[in-house]
């Protein structure tokens, strides 16, 4: 082994010790728009436009969700209104396209002109009346909508088909539940205009749950919530790097960003660097049941920084590749 190829193992060592402490002491997240879109029902699952200036998000008490949307005002956010084309069903999920042109949503609307709403059916067939969820696809039209339209049956394979992420290439990655009544991470990649057949996205342990994912525009990483398999099912949010075709290890984001019963509703900011999540834990920096909005019974949204983890991925790429050039050149391995 040579001298510079221990200086790169060293170099990569110290880029490990690095990310473990970038990982110990992470950025503290913080409620997004307390009081005005963090209200007193539950709040969740911010979808931006790309210039950051109007929201759509989903609020609702005892499962019956409406999409609103409030746009950046002077002094912060508008009053949230409902959509145009939400309302009267129930519609949750939002995920806007990178280059804003359209928006998916999940919705328990008729699937047949019948008028009737979809019923979620489980493994032994029970239905549960009304809670079925489907992906549908709403367009912009100038600064209005179109009429949402259902997505493909190649893509609602179930009646609990949800939270769907949309990458920059029109690829989407969304939960459905497979044949045995698991839920499921697939991926639908984007190609001459139509879904092509969706696949299972291996990520983490085959056995763990993974819920709502939200999925960079250039699919270099994805954010997640995840139950480790045999553990105590409790849902944490975490990230992953995608690397030579593949998904690496499912990376925590650890307790400052997890401090709750759960952390739900990956969904990326504008910026594609900020994480928007949602829990029930009470913000200690306001005062309790501030405006009945911070009272640890009501979900709100939070938001997070990812820069620590994206920056630290890429110290370790960077080190990696220099390290195989430098074993290159002196034909040693690193």
């Known amino acids: 082994m040579t001298r510079n190829s221990t200086l790169s193992i060293l170099g990569i060592a110290s880029l490990f010790v690095a990310y473990g402490a970038a990982i110990a002491a992470p950025p503290q997240p913080h409620v997004f728009a307390p009081g005005t879109i963090s209200g007193p029902q539950n709040d969740a699952s911010p979808a931006f436009t790309p210039d950051g200036r109007t929201v759509f998000f989903m609020r609702g008490e005892h499962g019956n969700w409406t999409l609103m949307q409030s746009r950046r005002v002077c002094d912060g956010w508008s009053t949230p209104q409902t959509t145009p084309f939400s309302g009267h ?16 949503f999940v919705s328990n609307r008729p699937t047949q002109p019948d008028g009737k709403k979809l019923d979620a059916v489980d493994r032994h067939g029970k239905v549960y009346p009304g809670y079925g969820m489907n992906i549908w696809r709403v367009d912009r039209r100038g600064k209005g909508w179109g009429k949402p339209v259902r997505l493909p049956a190649y893509i609602n394979t179930s009646t609990a088909t949800f939270a769907p992420s949309i990458a920059a290439d029109g690829s989407i990655y969304y939960m459905a539940h497979d044949k045995s009544g698991t839920a499921r991470l697939f991926r639908a990649k984007y190609l001459n205009g139509r879904y092509q057949k ?16 939200a999925i960079a525009p250039d699919q270099s990483f994805i954010v997640f919530s995840i139950a480790r398999a045999g553990g105590k099912q ?59 909005w911070n009272n640890g019974k009501m979900t709100n949204i939070w938001s997070v920084s990812l820069a620590p983890w994206l920056g630290a991925h890429r110290g370790r790429v960077a080190s990696r590749r220099a390290a195989d050039a430098r074993a290159s050149l002196t034909g040693t391995s690193p």
Do not use: C
């Open 89 to 104: 069903w129930r519609d949750l999920d939002p995920a806007m396209a990178p280059d804003g042109s359209y928006l998916l």
């Open 198 to 213: 969706p696949m299972l996205v291996a990520l983490g342990h085959a056995d763990d749950t993974i819920r709502d994912p």
């Open 234 to 292: 409790q849902l944490r949010l975490a990230i992953a790097f995608r690397e030579n075709g593949h998904w690496g290890k499912p990376i925590d984001l650890g307790d400052t960003v997890n401090d709750a019963r759960y952390a739900l509703g990956s969904q990326l900011g504008p910026d594609h660097r900020t994480l928007y999540f949602y829990n029930a834990h009470v913000d200690t920096r306001h005062p309790a049941g501030s405006g009945t």
